[in-house]
């Protein structure tokens, strides 16, 4: 009776366990797969290094044994993935082997293929030196058996495999534990690793090992969680759609070849992106419905976030597994064209929202999924911490709010910015309703740059709440890169403390303020509010303080304002009093300016000027029509433009001025029919460009010199150390000059540690210099005035020509300079203009010029210097008689239209 032939079953190849054990997977019809552990008989493989077990004291972890590692990547490579033929030639007792089953392991031959014509796994391991015969048990008339032994003994004449020299250079060193995986994720900068998946846990996470290293490490797949398996009562019990989902895995990565990108580190396992030859793993379970993304993880996605998403929302849309019931946020519906458009930021409200201006409309708006810095929870109880009476301020109390506002300030303030809504927040728990949504600005997303700042973190959503920014993965990624270099809200270190003082309203505060203030001249500050057009709270960084200064010169209508005490209700604004304001807004509004201070009022206010960009705030206001000169103005020196502004708003009769009617009669009182003249002896210093000049008066002379010695002796005994002052705009210092002295400056310029602007406030002439020639002024030589003046000559012009020009400041360079003349202040202005004359002739020295034809009459119509102006003409007219200079040929300023056949009409 002959033997039975062995049964062929077919499969395929799930997984390698070793050089000589593999498991196959059938599917069996009308059932679910069922699996075999197939051990190729009469060999043995060299074992496969193992850790330890944790759970049992006697596990010990143990090392390759020489060649194990590549005889079961000889199989993988071979086999894992592919359908396989094979025969059981022994079964365990209590086992089937005529179909699939759950035994433990059975015995037999594999080939590589549909059929046993087919590659004999065992004879190519044999061949290889991979295995060894077990050759006790073979049998002598069995060819097959035999042949193995024939293959051995070739094997061993080679020295293939096993059979060669030193088998020790054929044992792994694996690393089963890392002592830093986040250094050692960021040693890898995210670049792809190859690697060997060991074992699928669930359908995210799995176990593998890195290439070339040998490093074995669990890694959970970044941006995405799948159903898990949950321990019950000591039992496994799987969450829907946990088993299909695992399969998934498992049938496409099990001992497959892949590429890792380590991105991230959660407790003691990875967060990384797995890279099959056919795509992205996570992409693919998320579009089958078998996984959902989690934000927590979302931000250290490197590449491919975008795509994430979108095949989740794929898997949504067609309700797809863990989606089947799944129903879309109720959202506003909202013309594309509404969504997107631009404007003009013109104000940041700390540290999350913005007021825009689309054409003559203002809209706050919010940035979508961001949320600002927090108050620190304080750990007392309010019975151990008694309340404060303080005034709140968040902008300065909340550690952080003022950096993200100014963060904000800065690059968007009078800026236009692109504004695309993401969602509309409805009204909640007394909240109004909220306009969320992302702005860019150069294509730099500002939620994105002020998060990976530090300064504000992104808000976590439920999983199901789409009202999210549409960049939100881009803002998780910022906030992991922030953590990550530790900066802001995420820094370890003491958060700033900024310790302001609120001087606004406060009378005793306001007169401590106020020398230092006046002292300092002109203030570099911010404009953190306006009340109304005339009245704004500035903060002044360098003497880290808040005041409300009310604009000097000017009486402004009010706008609308709360009835004082808090008991409800509004006071009606002036006319014109709500374009005041709007305007002084759009100018000022969280812009930096200057802030001269002159005085304070009763109520704790100060009074003085303030400049945009060089614009007077007053004279604006008053050019505008929508304020008037105040009768104080007479006393500054910006009534004259004051008064020019207010002429030009009544003739174009501008807001307040549109029934505005000139008076008929001439107050002849108001224009003195005589000159008023007091000369005073002064030294001229300085002769500028524009043909004005500088000039001090000879009876302060000796208290000048006086000054000067003590300087010298203070900087002499007390050298100021090089470097030690950082030069600032608008300080009053000391400069040495190239004669090597010191002598008072004002700093009008800084362009860098080597390109300081000064001018020397004593004399007026200007220096560029660098900051090692600067030192800090000692105070006691801040309170005595500037002594040099700056004026310029009345009822004269300065010639257009270049040349001319030259030749008219050269003229009175050369008559004045440094020399003892007589003045007389004719008219103010900036600056005032003077009349000179020589001290020992009484020669008038504008006279004298205009005669020798260097400068040009400019006639006054005020009856006081109808004298002066004819003396002035005589003398033009005998300069244009002789062609002296500018008349040499002939009246210039005559229309020469007539040559070229034109004539004028009347």
Known sequence: MSAPQPIVLRGIVKQIQSGDAVVVRGQPKGGPPLEKTICLSNVTAPRLARRANPNLKESVETKDEPWAWEAREFMRKKLIGKEVSFTIEYSPPGTSSREFGTASREYGCIYAGKDTTCENMTESMVAEGLVEVRRGGLKLNDENQQRLCELEDAAKAAGKGRWGPDPQAHVRDVIWNLENPRHFVDSHHQKPVDAIIEHVRDGCTVRAFLLPTNHHVTIMMSGIKCPMFKLEDTKQVPEPFAVECKYFTESRLLHREVKVILEGVSNQNILGTIIHPKGNIAELLLREGFAKCVDWSMGVVTQGA???????????????????????????????????????????????????????????????????????????????????????????????????????????????????????????????????????????????????????????????????SAHYDELLAAEERAKKKAVGLHSKKEPPIHRVADVSGDATKAKQFLPFLQRAGRSEAIVEFVASGSRVRVFIPRDTCLITILLSGIECPRGPRPVPGGQGGIIPGDAYGEEALQLTKEMCLQREVEVEVEATDKGGNFIGWLYVDGVNMSVALVEAGLSKMHFTAERTNYYRALQVAEEQAKTKKKNIWKDFKESVEVEVKEEPTERKVNYQNVVVTEVTEDLHFFAQSVDNGPQVEK??????????????????????????????????????????????????????????????????????????????????????????????????????????????????????????????????????????????????????????????FAKMVSDYRKAQDKAKAERLNLWRYGDFREDEAAEFGYKKTT
């Open 306 to 468: 975008d795509k994430l998403r979108a095949a989740e929302k794929a898997a949504k849309d067609e309700k797809k597994r863990l989606w089947i019931d799944y129903k879309p946020s109720t959202t506003a519906t909202m013309d594309i064209k509404d969504k997107n458009f631009t404007g003009k930021v013109v104000e940041v409200v700390n540290g999350d929202s913005l007021v825009v201006k689309q054409g003559d409309k203002y809209r706050k708006i919010f940035l979508a999924s961001l949320r600002p810095p927090r108050p620190v929870q304080q750990e007392e109880t309010e019975e151990k911490k008694p309340v404060s009476k303080a005034r709140t301020r968040p902008l300065y109390d909340i550690p952080y709010m003022l950096e993200a506002r100014e963060f904000l300030r800065k690059k968007l303030i009078n800026k236009k910015v692109n504004i695309q809504i993401d969602y509309i927040q409805p009204p909640a728990q007394g909240y109004p309703e909220k306009t969320c949504c992302t702005v860019t600005i150069n294509d730099i997303n500002v939620a994105e740059a002020l998060i990976s700042k530090g300064l504000a973190t992104v808000i976590r959503y439920r999983q199901d709440d789409d009202q999210r």
């Open 707 to 864: 000054m000067m010695e003590q300087l010298r002796q203070e900087l002499s005994d007390n050298p100021p150390l090089p470097g030690s002052y950082i030069p600032k705009k608008g300080d009053l210092c000391a400069a040495k000059f190239t004669d090597g002295e010191w002598y008072r400056a004002k700093v009008t310029k800084v362009e860098g540690q080597n390109k300081v602007h000064v001018l020397y406030i004593d004399f007026g002439n200007r220096e560029i210099t660098g900051s090692a020639s600067l030192a800090v002024l000692p105070p006691t030589f801040h309170s005595l005035p500037a002594q040099a003046q700056e004026y310029s000559l009345a009822c004269v012009s300065v010639p257009e020509d270049g040349e001319a020009k030259n030749d008219a400041i050269d003229a009175l360079y050369n008559d004045i300079l440094n020399k003892t003349l007589q003045l007389n202040i004719e008219y103010r202005g900036t600056p005032d203009a003077v009349s000179l004359q020589y001290a020992d002739s009484q020669e008038d020295v504008a006279k004298s010029l205009i005669a020798e034809g260097l400068l040009i009459l400019e006639a006054r119509r005020e009856k006081r």
